[in-house]
């Protein structure tokens, strides 16, 4: 089962425009990752925050983590046509090693041109 | 990093059959992962794939329906068995590295 749950389930922005996703999840955790998937091709992994970390860079995105709400959200700015994917957080439980993930339900991200 | 190839890219099987998958790694790597990923769905882990030791299976999958070899720490497959519709799906091999994975490209899986 998913550990966790995304939303929007899809989300559609002009070029430009900032894309904010969310990313909630239920179990205590090492770290939390974004990956990124197109168009049903392998996962890319974006960025990874660990549990003691509140906020993370890298490039045009943003990373936030709320190990309190076990909430996490994942910002792109200044969106591209190119950044149109599927975007999934994934987790790594405490109780386990640290390869492991179990990933969320995923946002279909648009950029429209 | 790791660069992951998948054989087959994809493939249209009839029911009742079954498909072996190959997985190769440029790299050796002592973890590697199978996942199934349905139709417009997230990632499901089918099992964790150690090298001279039995698959590790995840709830809801049972080596009988997906076998699992791992002969050396390159390389790994995964045998879909006696398929049905239900198991049209992106079967995904990955590899842990520093916390994070790499996966490979994925095999697109349509079974009549």
């Known amino acids: 089962s998913q550990q966790g749950e995304e939303d929007p389930q899809a989300l559609s922005i002009q070029e430009g425009e900032n894309a904010t996703m969310n990313c909630s999840y239920k179990?205590?955790?090492?770290?939390l990752q974004w990956y990124r998937q197109n168009s049903g091709r392998g996962l890319v992994h974006l960025i990874l925050i660990r549990s003691n970390e509140r906020e993370k860079h890298s490039g045009r995105l943003r990373v936030t983590l709320d190990t309190s709400k076990k909430s996490s959200s994942l910002l792109i700015t200044a969106s591209r046509a190119a950044d149109t994917a599927s975007y999934f957080c994934a987790t790594v439980p405490t109780n386990f090693g640290n390869e492991k993930l179990t990933f969320g339900t995923g946002t279909r991200l648009t950029i429209i041109p | 990093s790791a660069v992951i190839s998948q054989k087959p890219s994809r493939d249209i099987c009839q029911r009742g059959t079954s498909l072996t998958i190959q997985c190769q790694v440029d790299s050796q790597v002592t973890m590697m992962f199978w996942y199934r990923q349905q139709p417009g769905q997230s990632l499901t882990l089918i099992a964790t794939a150690n090298q001279g030791s039995e698959a590790t299976y995840e709830s809801g999958f049972v080596i009988d329906k997906f076998p699992i070899s791992r002969p050396n720490l390159t390389f790994s497959t995964l045998t879909v068995s006696n398929m049905s519709p239900e198991d049209s799906s992106i079967y995904l091999c990955?590899?842990?590295?520093?916390?994070?994975?790499?996966f490979g490209p994925g095999t697109r899986l349509l079974v009549l």
């Open positions: 179990t205590s955790i090492n770290n």
């Open positions: 990955s590899v842990g590295y520093r916390e994070t994975q790499y």
